[in-house]
């Protein structure tokens, strides 16, 4: 399974991420599960 989301920012992923409110369920997520997180910057050279 593949989920792609859409963040404003590099930081604004990570402060989701590390924030600890989320942190728990991220543990748990985690647990369970293999989990590769990718942070890939959407740009468009021919613009």
Same mark, same amino acid.
């Given at each position: #399974?593949?989920?792609?989301? =859409?963040?404003?920012?590099? =930081?604004?992923?990570?402060?989701? #991420?590390?924030?600890?409110?989320?942190?728990?369920?991220?543990?748990?997520?985690?647990?369970?599960?293999?989990?590769?997180?990718f942070?890939?910057?959407?740009?468009d050279d021919?613009?």
């Open positions: #399974m593949r989920i792609i989301i =859409e963040w404003s920012s590099k =930081e604004a992923a990570q402060a989701f #991420m590390s924030d600890p409110s989320y942190v728990p369920h991220l543990k748990a997520r985690t647990a369970g599960s293999n989990s590769h997180h942070l890939i910057e959407g740009k021919l613009s």
